[in-house]
Nanobody, 127 residues
Framework: QVQLVESGGGSVESGGSLRLSCTTS????????MAWFRQAPEKEREGVAV???????NYADSVKGRFTISRDNGKNTLYLEMNGLKPEDTAMYYC?????????????????????WGQGTQVTVSS
């Protein structure tokens, strides 16, 4: 059974930092895309960052230079380091994974149809 469990959310003041974790279990993909998404109340879900199995990353313009996505394959854990947080970063954050062909891994995007999702972790940034 595939499971993704997020943690690390919380409440911080504007300018603060948080590190989100997403621990995965129940599968082993040779090639994959893993991503972070967020959804604020009454807003559509937004892709935040993505990483492929070869380590290539991509970010939403709104978080470039402030957020860093990474993965520790030995720990089966995906991370999102968030610095310089702003009130507009307030949202529920979700991780997701998708198995892809090896040739596709350098082209991962948050626009893909992801196979498995976590339950989310809340991030609240006060001004």
């Amino acid at each position: 059974q595939v499971q993704l469990v997020e943690s690390g959310g919380g409440s911080v003041e504007s300018g603060g930092s948080l590190r989100l974790s997403c621990t995965t279990s129940g599968y082993t993909y040779d090639s994959f895309c893993m991503a972070w998404f967020r959804q604020a109340p009454e807003k559509e879900r937004e892709g935040v960052a993505v990483i492929g199995s070869y380590g290539r990353t991509n970010y939403a313009d709104s978080v470039k230079g402030r957020f860093t996505i990474s993965r520790d394959n030995g720990k089966n854990t995906l991370y999102l380091e968030m610095n310089g947080l702003k009130p507009e970063d307030t949202a529920m954050y979700y991780c997701a994974t998708k198995r892809v062909a090896a040739w596709f891994a350098p082209h991962c995007s948050t626009r893909l149809d992801y196979d498995y999702w976590g339950q989310g972790t809340q991030v609240t940034v006060s001004s």
